[in-house]
């Protein structure tokens, strides 16, 4: 097996950002070659005191319903795993707990998304203020890879996608020691990276993470990767799955993990 079999990181319109519904994504899925998807939809915490929930139990369980029905539509056609994207999980460890303790997912992603409450997305950028907006986020990256129930922890230089949008370059390589410190942490925890090709379609124009934070992370032992195009359409299900194969060949990786139950199974890609 030498192709990408699997989108590891996609989103239905159960995400309130997402346009394509669950049904239609396994369809475009399907007739990409996918052998096997996994909706991770989003669930956004906040730190408490700060703000209303984004996300409740409720909301998950319309997630697992849809889930059901189209494992059931599309049984024999394509494997549907039980997913999540965390969003910022460490700001909210009881949210956290009761999520993972109602559910039972196949895959969790651990994303950083907000910083004190305030989507990456909406901050402003300066040439004063970047460098302290990157070390916070790579605070909040660690705090996370210590302390968070997830499996990978999904495009980890994110900041760079809206730092393009302003008109900045970021490469987290710049702050190499602290970026060094949550990939060991990564490994020493059995957690993996994905590759998210969501970037290669926007204002970075370069996969998330870069080549240099990839091989990075296989030089300090990392071994465990998936790949995700982070759609939220059916148009990019699949999307720069294939770039980001060879991305990962170029970085020493001849394998990607497929999960079940949180334990990682691996298929080759060389």
């Known amino acids: 097996m030498e192709h990408v079999i699997a989108d590891y990181h996609t ?18 899925a399907v007739e990409k070659g996918l052998s096997e998807i996994v909706f991770t939809d989003h669930f956004e915490c906040r730190a408490p005191g700060k703000a209303g929930y984004l996300f409740d139990l409720p909301y998950l369980e319309r997630y697992f319903q849809e889930l059901s029905r189209c494992q059931e539509l599309f049984d024999g056609q394509l494997v549907l795993k039980r997913g999540i994207e965390m969003g910022q999980p460490n700001m909210n460890q009881e949210m956290e707990k009761a999520v993972m303790g109602a559910f039972s997912f196949d895959y969790v992603i651990g994303s950083i998304h907000k910083l004190d409450n305030v989507d990456l997305g909406n901050m402003t950028y300066t040439a004063e203020n970047i460098g302290d907006i990157c070390r916070e986020n790579l605070r ?25 949008k302003q008109g900045f370059s970021v490469d987290l390589m710049d702050y190499r020691e602290e970026l060094e410190e949550i990939l060991r942490v990564l490994i020493s925890r059995g957690k993996g990276m994905e590759i998210n090709t969501s ?7 370069e996969a998330l993470p870069s080549l240099s934070i990839l091989k990075l992370y296989r ?6 990767l998936t790949l995700g ?30 999960y079940t139950g949180h334990q990682p199974s691996f298929y080759s890609i060389a």
Do not use: W
């Open 199 to 205: 970037g290669l379609r926007q204002e970075a124009r």
């Open 219 to 224: 030089s300090l032992g990392g071994e465990i």
């Open 229 to 258: 195009s982070d759609a939220h359409t059916t148009a990019d299900v699949a999307a720069g799955l294939e770039d980001a194969r060879e991305m990962a060949l170029e970085a020493g990786f001849r394998h990607l993990a497929l």
């Open 11 to 28: 989103h239905s319109t159960i995400s309130p950002d997402a346009k394509s519904p669950m049904e239609d994504m396994c369809r475009a």
């Open 140 to 164: 909040y990256l660690l705090d996370m890879a210590k302390n968070s129930v997830f499996d990978c922890m999904g495009h980890v230089d994110l900041i760079k996608r809206y730092a393009a």
